[in-house]
């Protein structure tokens, strides 16, 4: 909609935020009654609730248990994605009593000629990110991923997200569609392109993003300062100085925010990054002060102490926030790794043991959970691991557990590795073999 000239005033009033016209009339605006009002395209009786564009169109969803919000992305309905991807699906929103496996029939004997599924082709790659891959399948995500954000007909803000993800995947494609979008009209791409950039090697990463500095949008500005700051101690007098008028910027940018936690937490992190550890402690310190419920403010703090050698100073925060934050799995689980490394893995198990409790969908909790247990309590250990596989399906957590359980001559290594013989090169299992049997 957006990409076609659509924009926040045609459907509402600028100064109240209401709408314009009545809730059955907005589309008509741009889309005619005769097509789109009409039962042979919206397929339910007239003047019922699936005949009105906004409730396919425009899904609701209530945030906070009180705030029904519409969603904007003015999406085609598409229950076979629900159905593969666990998406949303917004047929089911009224026919509660129906599955995606119903709607996406529906759908498709509705409307045999849609190409909407070709059209969303980006909702899988997107979706591939959060999955267990090999190495082939990721290399495979980072091309369509770069293929989508160099494809004009995309909309731009897809085309950003594209860019955006390329920060947890990449090969030479990503880093070429990179360096193309910093120079792209649209902000919005720019934007994607700093946030995919956010893992490549300091000397590449500067060459790309350094000439956005002086980009005539702020927020491409400042956000490239602070992508770039992370470098600060490997940078020249020279690149500093260039660096220095947009990361003055982001700092006011933040103090405008001085009423929140995480507008102190940034203005800290900067001066982590600057070496000027005192006042990113002082800084932290006052953003803990102002919203004792922001966590991140906690770890943080915790990880400058860490970084400075002052442990259980590291430690004493986690324990604050984690009594102001009971429902945050993060406190604990950094409160884990803070034990770990004083050499304490008896209450490091039992901080972890509570990150797995609140998050128990995260693998890598139960990962580490898995590791803390070795000495003292192994079977619990082979328990967590193989959670931690469950909900990964990750190689590298069946490996590790598979490690263990040789290295313990437990009874139940050969039928460990008999579930990883499938998943990782045969030297591996040769290896771990030859160590069971001495």
């Given at each position: 909609?957006?990409?076609?000239?659509?924009?926040?005033?045609?459907?509402?009033?600028?100064?109240?935020?209401?709408?314009?016209?009545?809730?059955?009339?907005?589309?008509?605006?741009?889309?005619?009654?005769?097509?789109?009002?009409?039962?042979?395209?919206?397929?339910?009786?007239?003047?019922?609730?699936?005949?009105?564009?906004?409730?396919?169109?425009?899904?609701?969803?209530?945030?906070?248990?009180?705030?029904?919000?519409?969603?904007?992305?003015?999406?085609?309905?598409?229950?076979?994605?629900?159905?593969?991807?666990?998406?949303?699906?917004?047929?089911?929103?009224?026919?509660?009593?129906?599955?995606?496996?119903?709607?996406?029939d529906k759908v498709n004997s509705w409307y045999l000629e849609s190409f909407v599924s070709e059209e969303k082709d980006f909702v899988r790659v997107f979706s591939a990110i959060n999955l267990t891959l090999n190495e082939k399948q990721l290399q495979g995500v980072a091309s369509e991923l770069s293929r989508i954000a160099q494809t004009p007909s995309y909309a731009g803000i897809i085309r950003a997200s594209a860019l955006s993800k390329m920060a947890s995947v990449s090969n030479t494609n990503t880093i070429i569609a990179i360096a193309r979008a910093v120079k792209n009209p649209d902000e919005n791409i720019r934007l994607g392109a700093i946030e995919?950039?956010?893992?490549?090697?300091?000397?590449?990463?500067?060459?790309?993003?350094?000439?956005?500095?002086?980009?005539?949008?702020?927020?491409?500005?400042?956000?490239?300062?602070?992508?770039?700051?992370?470098?600060?101690?490997?940078?020249?007098?020279?690149?500093?100085?260039?660096?220095?008028?947009?990361?003055?910027?982001?700092?006011?940018?933040?103090?405008?925010?001085?009423?929140?936690?995480?507008?102190?937490?940034?203005?800290?992190?900067?001066?982590?990054?600057?070496?000027?550890?005192?006042?990113?402690?002082?800084?932290?310190?006052?953003?803990?002060?102002?919203?004792?419920?922001?966590?991140?403010?906690?770890?943080?703090?915790?990880?400058?102490?860490?970084?400075?050698?002052?442990?259980?100073?590291?430690?004493?925060?986690?324990?604050?926030?984690?009594?102001?934050?009971?429902?945050?799995?993060?406190?604990?689980?950094?409160?884990?790794?803070?034990?770990?490394?004083?050499?304490?893995?008896?209450?490091?198990?039992?901080?972890?043991?509570?990150?797995?409790?609140?998050?128990?969908?995260?693998?890598?909790?139960?990962?580490?959970?898995?590791?803390?247990?070795?000495?003292?309590?192994?079977?619990?250990?082979?328990?967590?691991?193989?959670?931690?596989?469950?909900?990964?399906?990750?190689?590298?957590?069946?490996?590790?557990?598979?490690?263990?359980?040789?290295?313990?001559?437990?009874?139940?290594?050969?039928?460990?590795?008999?579930?990883?013989?499938?998943?990782?090169?045969?030297?591996?299992?040769?290896?771990?073999?030859?160590?069971?049997?001495?």
């Amino acid at each position: 909609m957006y990409k076609n000239g659509v924009v926040c005033s045609d459907c509402h009033n600028p100064h109240t935020a209401e709408l314009k016209l009545p809730i059955e009339t907005l589309c008509l605006q741009c889309h005619q009654a005769d097509n789109y009002a009409s039962t042979k395209h919206h397929k339910h009786s007239d003047n019922s609730t699936g005949a009105q564009c906004v409730n396919c169109h425009m899904p609701e969803s209530t945030y906070m248990e009180i705030d029904a919000r519409r969603d904007h992305g003015f999406h085609i309905p598409t229950p076979n994605l629900a159905k593969q991807l666990g998406t949303p699906d917004t047929c089911l929103s009224c026919h509660k009593d129906k599955d995606s496996q119903w709607s996406a029939d529906k759908v498709n004997s509705w409307y045999l000629e849609s190409f909407v599924s070709e059209e969303k082709d980006f909702v899988r790659v997107f979706s591939a990110i959060n999955l267990t891959l090999n190495e082939k399948q990721l290399q495979g995500v980072a091309s369509e991923l770069s293929r989508i954000a160099q494809t004009p007909s995309y909309a731009g803000i897809i085309r950003a997200s594209a860019l955006s993800k390329m920060a947890s995947v990449s090969n030479t494609n990503t880093i070429i569609a990179i360096a193309r979008a910093v120079k792209n009209p649209d902000e919005n791409i720019r934007l994607g392109a700093i946030e995919g950039a956010q893992t490549m090697r300091g000397a590449e990463k500067w060459r790309v993003l350094s000439p956005l500095l002086s980009d005539k949008v702020l927020a491409v500005r400042i956000s490239t300062a602070f992508s770039l700051t992370s470098m600060w101690q490997d940078l020249t007098i020279n690149q500093r100085t260039q660096l220095t008028p947009a990361l003055n910027e982001y700092l006011t940018s933040q103090k405008f925010n001085s009423d929140r936690s995480f507008a102190h937490s940034n203005i800290g992190i900067v001066a982590a990054y600057q070496g000027d550890f005192k006042h990113a402690i002082a800084t932290f310190t006052e953003g803990i002060r102002i919203e004792a419920n922001f966590a991140q403010t906690y770890l943080n703090l915790s990880q400058v102490y860490y970084q400075q050698g002052q442990h259980q100073e590291s430690i004493a925060i986690l324990q604050q926030g984690k009594k102001a934050n009971p429902d945050d799995a993060s406190l604990p689980y950094n409160l884990g790794l803070a034990y770990i490394r004083i050499k304490d893995k008896t209450k490091a198990a039992e901080e972890l043991a509570i990150a797995t409790q609140l998050a128990p969908q995260n693998s890598h909790y139960f990962y580490v959970y898995g590791l803390s247990l070795e000495k003292n309590k192994p079977s619990v250990a082979y328990e967590a691991l193989y959670q931690a596989y469950r909900l990964s399906n990750s190689p590298q957590h069946l490996y590790a557990l598979c490690d263990m359980q040789v290295r313990h001559k437990s009874p139940l290594a050969q039928q460990c590795l008999k579930k990883l013989t499938p998943l990782v090169p045969k030297n591996v299992i040769q290896t771990l073999e030859q160590q069971l049997k001495y």
